[in-house]
Protein backbone atom coordinates (compact mmCIF):
# COMPACT_ATOMS: atom_id res chain seq x y z
CA UNK A 1 0.00 0.00 0.00
CA UNK A 2 1.07 3.58 -0.52
CA UNK A 3 1.93 4.91 2.26
CA UNK A 4 1.87 9.06 2.69
CA UNK A 5 2.98 11.02 5.70
CA UNK A 6 2.64 14.10 7.25
CA UNK A 7 5.07 15.52 10.15
CA UNK A 8 2.27 16.67 12.44
CA UNK A 9 -1.49 16.08 12.83
CA UNK A 10 -2.09 18.84 14.60
CA UNK A 11 -0.17 22.26 14.38
CA UNK A 12 -0.10 25.61 16.72
CA UNK A 13 1.73 28.76 15.69
CA UNK A 14 2.19 32.18 16.37
CA UNK A 15 1.55 35.54 14.24
CA UNK A 16 4.48 36.07 11.97
CA UNK A 17 6.26 32.69 13.02
CA UNK A 18 7.91 30.59 9.74
CA UNK A 19 6.59 27.37 9.80
CA UNK A 20 7.19 23.83 8.19
CA UNK A 21 4.97 21.55 6.89
CA UNK A 22 6.09 18.43 5.67
CA UNK A 23 5.28 15.02 3.56
CA UNK A 24 6.88 11.82 2.37
CA UNK A 25 5.44 8.99 0.47
CA UNK A 26 7.64 5.90 0.12
CA UNK A 27 6.16 4.91 -3.61
CA UNK A 28 8.47 6.71 -5.45
CA UNK A 29 5.91 9.03 -7.48
CA UNK A 30 7.02 12.06 -9.39
CA UNK A 31 4.62 13.69 -8.58
CA UNK A 32 3.44 15.71 -5.47
CA UNK A 33 1.09 17.87 -4.27
CA UNK A 34 -0.01 20.48 -1.14
CA UNK A 35 -3.55 21.39 -0.91
CA UNK A 36 -5.46 23.34 2.01
CA UNK A 37 -8.88 22.30 2.91
CA UNK A 38 -11.57 24.72 4.31
CA UNK A 39 -15.46 24.40 5.20
CA UNK A 40 -17.13 24.95 1.90
CA UNK A 41 -14.41 25.73 -0.43
CA UNK A 42 -13.30 22.06 -0.71
CA UNK A 43 -9.33 21.37 -1.61
CA UNK A 44 -7.83 24.15 -3.12
CA UNK A 45 -4.28 23.92 -5.12
CA UNK A 46 -1.19 25.91 -3.16
CA UNK A 47 1.79 24.51 -4.70
CA UNK A 48 2.78 20.87 -6.92
CA UNK A 49 6.08 19.25 -7.63
CA UNK A 50 6.55 17.30 -10.59
CA UNK A 51 10.05 15.99 -9.80
CA UNK A 52 13.12 16.87 -7.61
CA UNK A 53 13.82 20.49 -7.63
CA UNK A 54 10.75 20.96 -9.81
CA UNK A 55 7.80 23.22 -8.69
CA UNK A 56 4.45 24.87 -10.06
CA UNK A 57 2.06 27.59 -8.79
CA UNK A 58 -1.10 25.96 -7.55
CA UNK A 59 -4.51 28.23 -7.70
CA UNK A 60 -2.93 30.18 -4.08
CA UNK A 61 0.00 30.03 -3.44
CA UNK A 62 0.61 33.27 -2.19
CA UNK A 63 2.43 33.67 1.31
CA UNK A 64 3.49 29.91 0.61
CA UNK A 65 6.32 28.28 -0.70
CA UNK A 66 7.87 24.86 -1.29
CA UNK A 67 10.73 22.58 -1.08
CA UNK A 68 11.71 19.06 -3.09
CA UNK A 69 15.22 17.95 -2.29
CA UNK A 70 14.44 14.51 -2.54
CA UNK A 71 12.15 12.86 -4.40
CA UNK A 72 10.11 11.45 -1.59
CA UNK A 73 9.77 14.30 0.52
CA UNK A 74 8.04 17.60 -0.47
CA UNK A 75 8.00 20.55 2.07
CA UNK A 76 5.50 23.57 2.69
CA UNK A 77 6.87 26.53 3.73
CA UNK A 78 4.77 29.53 5.06
CA UNK A 79 7.50 32.19 5.49
CA UNK A 80 5.84 34.27 7.97
CA UNK A 81 2.22 32.77 9.47
CA UNK A 82 -0.51 34.44 9.16
CA UNK A 83 -4.29 33.89 11.25
CA UNK A 84 -5.74 33.88 7.56
CA UNK A 85 -3.75 30.42 7.20
CA UNK A 86 -5.60 28.65 9.58
CA UNK A 87 -6.49 25.49 7.76
CA UNK A 88 -6.50 21.74 7.29
CA UNK A 89 -3.23 21.13 4.59
CA UNK A 90 -3.28 17.73 2.46
CA UNK A 91 -0.65 15.91 1.09
CA UNK A 92 -0.92 13.83 -1.89
CA UNK A 93 1.16 12.18 -4.38
CA UNK A 94 -0.04 10.83 -7.75
CA UNK A 95 0.09 7.15 -8.63
CA UNK A 96 -0.85 6.26 -12.08
CA UNK A 97 -3.87 8.11 -11.92
CA UNK A 98 -5.29 8.61 -8.96
CA UNK A 99 -3.76 10.80 -5.98
CA UNK A 100 -3.10 9.20 -2.36
CA UNK A 101 -3.00 11.36 0.73
CA UNK A 102 -1.69 12.08 3.85
CA UNK A 103 -3.59 12.36 6.98
CA UNK A 104 -3.58 16.40 7.05
CA UNK A 105 -2.13 18.70 8.99
CA UNK A 106 -4.53 20.96 11.19
CA UNK A 107 -2.92 24.17 11.49
CA UNK A 108 -4.29 27.09 14.02
CA UNK A 109 -2.29 30.29 13.87
CA UNK A 110 -2.86 32.65 16.71
CA UNK B 1 -11.70 26.31 -17.60
CA UNK B 2 -11.78 23.53 -15.46
CA UNK B 3 -14.03 23.41 -12.50
CA UNK B 4 -16.63 20.57 -10.35
CA UNK B 5 -19.63 21.32 -9.45
CA UNK B 6 -21.33 19.20 -6.53
CA UNK B 7 -24.73 20.67 -5.92
CA UNK B 8 -25.61 19.55 -2.70
CA UNK B 9 -23.33 20.69 0.29
CA UNK B 10 -25.89 17.91 2.16
CA UNK B 11 -27.63 14.12 1.56
CA UNK B 12 -29.62 12.46 4.01
CA UNK B 13 -30.48 9.36 3.46
CA UNK B 14 -32.52 6.68 5.91
CA UNK B 15 -30.37 2.86 6.03
CA UNK B 16 -30.67 0.19 3.70
CA UNK B 17 -32.05 2.77 1.09
CA UNK B 18 -29.99 3.75 -2.52
CA UNK B 19 -28.25 6.78 -1.89
CA UNK B 20 -27.07 9.02 -4.89
CA UNK B 21 -24.20 11.81 -4.17
CA UNK B 22 -24.49 14.17 -7.21
CA UNK B 23 -21.00 15.50 -9.38
CA UNK B 24 -21.18 17.23 -12.54
CA UNK B 25 -17.95 18.45 -14.50
CA UNK B 26 -16.51 20.81 -17.15
CA UNK B 27 -13.50 20.12 -18.96
CA UNK B 28 -11.99 20.06 -22.07
CA UNK B 29 -10.92 17.03 -23.93
CA UNK B 30 -11.81 13.83 -22.67
CA UNK B 31 -12.10 13.83 -18.81
CA UNK B 32 -10.62 11.72 -15.96
CA UNK B 33 -13.00 11.38 -13.18
CA UNK B 34 -12.76 10.53 -9.54
CA UNK B 35 -14.08 10.03 -6.27
CA UNK B 36 -13.05 10.48 -2.56
CA UNK B 37 -14.07 9.58 0.43
CA UNK B 38 -12.95 12.17 3.86
CA UNK B 39 -14.03 10.35 7.65
CA UNK B 40 -13.39 12.95 10.48
CA UNK B 41 -9.87 14.30 10.85
CA UNK B 42 -8.19 11.96 8.35
CA UNK B 43 -7.03 12.37 4.51
CA UNK B 44 -8.80 11.33 1.70
CA UNK B 45 -9.38 7.79 0.28
CA UNK B 46 -9.80 7.39 -3.20
CA UNK B 47 -12.70 5.81 -4.44
CA UNK B 48 -13.05 5.11 -7.59
CA UNK B 49 -12.08 6.63 -11.04
CA UNK B 50 -13.35 6.73 -14.71
CA UNK B 51 -10.51 6.81 -17.05
CA UNK B 52 -11.89 5.17 -20.30
CA UNK B 53 -14.28 2.14 -21.22
CA UNK B 54 -17.32 0.95 -19.43
CA UNK B 55 -19.76 3.97 -18.14
CA UNK B 56 -20.31 2.22 -14.84
CA UNK B 57 -17.32 1.72 -12.97
CA UNK B 58 -17.33 0.02 -9.46
CA UNK B 59 -15.18 0.91 -6.85
CA UNK B 60 -14.22 0.55 -2.55
CA UNK B 61 -17.30 -0.11 -0.22
CA UNK B 62 -19.62 -1.25 -2.74
CA UNK B 63 -19.81 2.56 -4.43
CA UNK B 64 -20.59 2.45 -7.70
CA UNK B 65 -20.64 6.34 -10.28
CA UNK B 66 -21.88 6.39 -13.81
CA UNK B 67 -20.26 8.08 -15.96
CA UNK B 68 -22.92 10.59 -18.48
CA UNK B 69 -20.67 12.57 -21.02
CA UNK B 70 -24.08 14.06 -22.66
CA UNK B 71 -24.75 15.52 -19.34
CA UNK B 72 -21.28 16.11 -18.23
CA UNK B 73 -22.14 13.87 -15.11
CA UNK B 74 -20.11 11.42 -12.57
CA UNK B 75 -23.00 10.39 -9.79
CA UNK B 76 -22.06 8.36 -6.85
CA UNK B 77 -24.42 5.77 -6.02
CA UNK B 78 -24.45 3.00 -3.48
CA UNK B 79 -27.67 0.23 -3.81
CA UNK B 80 -27.90 0.00 0.08
CA UNK B 81 -26.46 2.89 2.23
CA UNK B 82 -24.45 1.98 5.42
CA UNK B 83 -24.61 4.03 8.59
CA UNK B 84 -20.80 3.85 8.24
CA UNK B 85 -20.79 5.56 5.04
CA UNK B 86 -21.54 8.80 6.81
CA UNK B 87 -18.67 10.73 5.22
CA UNK B 88 -17.55 13.79 3.26
CA UNK B 89 -17.45 12.55 -0.49
CA UNK B 90 -15.40 14.97 -2.93
CA UNK B 91 -15.51 14.76 -7.18
CA UNK B 92 -12.73 15.10 -8.67
CA UNK B 93 -11.55 16.01 -12.57
CA UNK B 94 -8.11 16.07 -14.26
CA UNK B 95 -8.29 17.00 -18.11
CA UNK B 96 -6.35 15.07 -20.18
CA UNK B 97 -5.80 17.92 -22.44
CA UNK B 98 -3.53 19.55 -19.70
CA UNK B 99 0.34 19.62 -19.61
CA UNK B 100 0.08 19.05 -16.50
CA UNK B 101 -0.94 17.20 -13.35
CA UNK B 102 -3.54 19.72 -11.80
CA UNK B 103 -6.79 18.03 -10.27
CA UNK B 104 -9.69 20.21 -9.52
CA UNK B 105 -12.13 19.00 -6.42
CA UNK B 106 -15.55 19.88 -5.94
CA UNK B 107 -16.79 21.65 -2.77
CA UNK B 108 -17.68 18.31 -1.23
CA UNK B 109 -21.23 17.03 0.02
CA UNK B 110 -21.85 15.90 3.18
CA UNK B 111 -23.55 12.35 3.48
CA UNK B 112 -25.30 11.52 6.95
CA UNK B 113 -27.01 7.83 6.63
CA UNK B 114 -29.20 8.32 9.36
CA UNK B 115 -30.03 4.29 11.73
Known amino acids: DVKVTQSSRYLVKRTGEKVFLECVQDMDHENMFWYRQDPGLGLRLIYF???????EKGDIPEGYSVSREKKERFSLILESASTNQTSMYLCASLGIYEQYFGPGTRLTVT | AQSVAQPEDQVNVAEGNPLTVKCTYSVSGNPYLFWYVQYPNRGLQFLLKYITGDNLVKGSYGFEAEFNKSQTSFHLKKPSALVSDSALYFC?????????????FGTGTRLKVLA
Open chain 1, 49 to 55: SYDVKMK
Open chain 2, 92 to 104: AVRGTTSGTYKYI
